[in-house]
């Protein structure tokens, strides 16, 4: 039986103690504060946005992790004696560790099938637990990396971007933009196509229109179809109170649906904003 090695990076923000009960390796995404880089997994958001509010020349962006720590991490599941690895990655929208993976895993000389999820955070973590489960069944790695692939045409990803200064310090969107927002209100959706890229989804004129716009995209989706074991996620980075209130939204709409919360890392900070919100499911 093929002895496969689980890889992913932090964009699945599995807890260390997950991590480490499923047998994943987390390879981190960089995380680059003015000149200082941080492992994500080494910087928390309240510290990231503290430095922000600081120091207002200040810039976030993130970076692919480490290649000498990719290259490895393969040669150690080399060493192990694995044949191979399946190794899931946050969407290529919001960081090229797709491309990073595949490139460490070539200059290590270890067998390795890398997915692009379309998606991140728990949805992420999904495609790790249902793989594995599919490798217990036995089957192949191909039907696993198969069934992995098709997967990632039935997630989605939707964000309210939570600040327009933080996109604009980055070079995301222009001062201008980032006036007009403000001063009309803009509640800009973005969301991941089918390529994997982060595209525009729509601009709402306050929360609430963007809650509901949120709501009826979910409608329009699914459509008679059911949630990947009923269950969808509300995120955010540094806005409880925007996440109950979206959280509120869709179990309005769907009452029986498990609509469970958590916390979006500092990549997706870094992109976003601290008060981004966002949902994230898979259809079944």
Known sequence: MTKIAWVTDSMAYFSKEEAETLGVNVV??????????????????????????????????????????????????????????????????????????????????????????????????????????????????????????ALAKRTHFYMIVGNMETMRRGGRVSSGDLFLANLLNIKPIITVDEAGTIVPFKKARSLKKAYA?????????????????????????????????????????????SVEKGTFGPAIGAHAGAETVGLFWIED
Do not use: W
């Not at 995209?217 to 209130?245: C, H, S």
């Open 28 to 149: 981190p995404i960089q995380v680059l504060l003015g000149e200082t880089a941080f492992n994500e997994n080494t910087l928390t958001v309240e510290r990231m946005f503290r430095s922000l509010e600081a120091d207002k020349k200040l810039v976030a962006k993130t970076s692919q992790p480490i290649f000498g720590e990719f290259v490895g991490t393969y040669e150690r599941l080399k060493e192990e004696g694995y044949d191979c690895a399946i190794a899931v990655h946050c969407t290529n929208g919001l960081s090229s560790t797709v491309h990073s993976s595949a490139s460490a895993a070539e200059a290590a000389g270890f067998r390795s099938y890398i997915v692009d999820s379309h998606t991140a955070f728990e949805n992420q973590q999904e495609f790790i637990r249902q793989g594995m489960a599919l490798e217990q069944q036995g089957k192949s790695v191909e039907e696993i990396v198969e069934a992995l692939q």
């Open 213 to 257: 716009e949120m709501v009826k995209q979910i409608e329009d989706v699914m459509n008679g179809k059911t949630f990947f074991k009923n269950r969808l996620y509300v995120a955010t980075t540094l806005a409880p109170e925007m996440a109950e209130d979206l959280r509120a939204a869709v179990k309005a709409k769907f009452p029986n649906l």
